[in-house]
Every structure is written in structure tokens, then in C-alpha cells.
């Protein structure tokens, strides 16, 4: 069981609400990810983090933003949610061993704007 | 285009039976490929982990195949379980560590029944 963890783990908000997703993980990794994921399709990559100070927008166009001051921790906020930001949010980070890197996820948020 | 396809998007089956999921990918280069599971409402679990010179690994039940040549893989779950429910996605890297990105597939919702 990877030790990395999301809270909250189910989210119902209003409209314009600022939101924060929180993130950590205790295994020491350097590499972060935040993934977007809704019912049936694929995960996509929304922000990613080398490192401390270290923060990068992925494949897919968001409106959230994230930080990195220290290793263990990498929250996702949105300033203002839309009923359009409705998904479930993934958090994951990775190790690499050799050539092969190996992300290991958190439960995820599940998050609703009404 | 999804670089990443798998088949069937849904399957049923009863418990003890033997099943196999497919993965079809276009990603070039290619480094790798890795098979999840995802219980529904956590994050992904990786099950195994094969490079371009592995064509079987087995994890347990599990037993994943791959063809570079046909760009092709298969996840076999041998003699199911109830526990077996979950979403199986298939993901594939263009490159190994620092620089690689994944590209994932939709998965494939399994049920067992009883």
C-alpha cells in the first residue's frame, strides 16, 4: 500500500467557491503528479512537480494551480469552481528504480460543484 | 486520438472464471507498459511492468503479454474473484524516467459475479 495520501476524499461545493485539494505523501519522492479522471475515460495529466519549487502545467488545460515548498506536500487549488471542474482528482508520485519509474497514486477527491 | 485502446470497455463474468483484457497502443518510442487496477473510488494500483524486450510476466493470477512488434498486450486474470471487480487501465511510456510521459488507456470495467 503506497503511503501517500488526498483529503478530502469526497468534495460538494458552490459555484465560485476557492477550493484546495490536499496531497502528501511520505515516501520521500521527488516527482509529484495531479491527474484529472472522469467516469469511464482516461486519466489525464493536469500539473506535475520535479522537485521542491519545481511545478509544471501537464497535457491537459487547467484552471487550478498548484504549489511545492516542500517535498512531502503538493496541494492543487481552485480559486473559483465551476460546475465544469466537477471530477474526481488524482495525486500521485513516483520513484524511478533503474529506467523504470513507478507512480504510485492516492485515493483521489471527488469533487462536485453544484 | 487515444494512443492507447483497450478492449472490451466492459466485461462480465462469473466467479472462477478465467478472462482477458486487451491493449492496443500507437505510442512511439516505446518504453514501457504497465497494467493498473483500480477499485472503484481509489487510485490505481500497478499490477506489472514489462519493457520491449519482455513479451510475459506474471503476477499472481495476472499473467500480462506483450507484443512489441503488433504494439499489442493482454492481461489474463486466472480462476476470478469477487475482489477482481475493478476498472483494469493500461499505460504506456514513450520514454524511460526523467523524460518520459504516460499515455493511458480508458481501462476496462470488469464485474465478477458470484
Known amino acids: 500500500e503506497a503511503d501517500i495520501y488526498q483529503t478530502p476524499r469526497y468534495l460538494v461545493i458552490g459555484t465560485g467557491k476557492k477550493i484546495t485539494l490536499e496531497c502528501s505523501q511520505t515516501?520521500?519522492?521527488?516527482?509529484m503528479y495531479w491527474y484529472q479522471q472522469d467516469p469511464g475515460m482516461e486519466l489525464h495529466l493536469i500539473h506535475y512537480s520535479y522537485g521542491v519549487n519545481s511545478t509544471e502545467k501537464g497535457d491537459l488545460s487547467s484552471e487550478s494551480t498548484v504549489s511545492r515548498i516542500r517535498t512531502e506536500h503538493f496541494p492543487l487549488t481552485l480559486e473559483s469552481a465551476r460546475p465544469s471542474h466537477t471530477s474526481q482528482y488524482l495525486c500521485a508520485s513516483s520513484k524511478t528504480t533503474g529506467d523504470e519509474e513507478t507512480q504510485y497514486f492516492g485515493p483521489g477527491t471527488r469533487l462536485l460543484v453544484l | 486520438k487515444n494512443q492507447v485502446e483497450q478492449s472490451p470497455q466492459s466485461l462480465i463474468i462469473l466467479e472462477g472464471k478465467n478472462c482477458t483484457l486487451q491493449c492496443n497502443y500507437t505510442v512511439s518510442p516505446f518504453s514501457n507498459l504497465r497494467w493498473y487496477k483500480q477499485d472503484t473510488g481509489r487510485g490505481p494500483v500497478s499490477l506489472t511492468i514489462m519493457t520491449f524486450s519482455e513479451n510475459t510476466k506474471s503476477n499472481g493470477r495476472y499473467t500480462a503479454t506483450l507484443d512489441a512488434d503488433t504494439k499489442q498486450s493482454s492481461l489474463h486474470i486466472t480462476a476470478s474473484q469477487l475482489s477482481d471487480s475493478a476498472s483494469y487501465i493500461c499505460v504506456v511510456s514513450d520514454r524511460g524516467s526523467t523524460l518520459g510521459r504516460l499515455y493511458f488507456g480508458r481501462g476496462t470495467q470488469l464485474t465478477v459475479w458470484p
Open positions: 515516501m520521500g519522492h521527488d516527482k
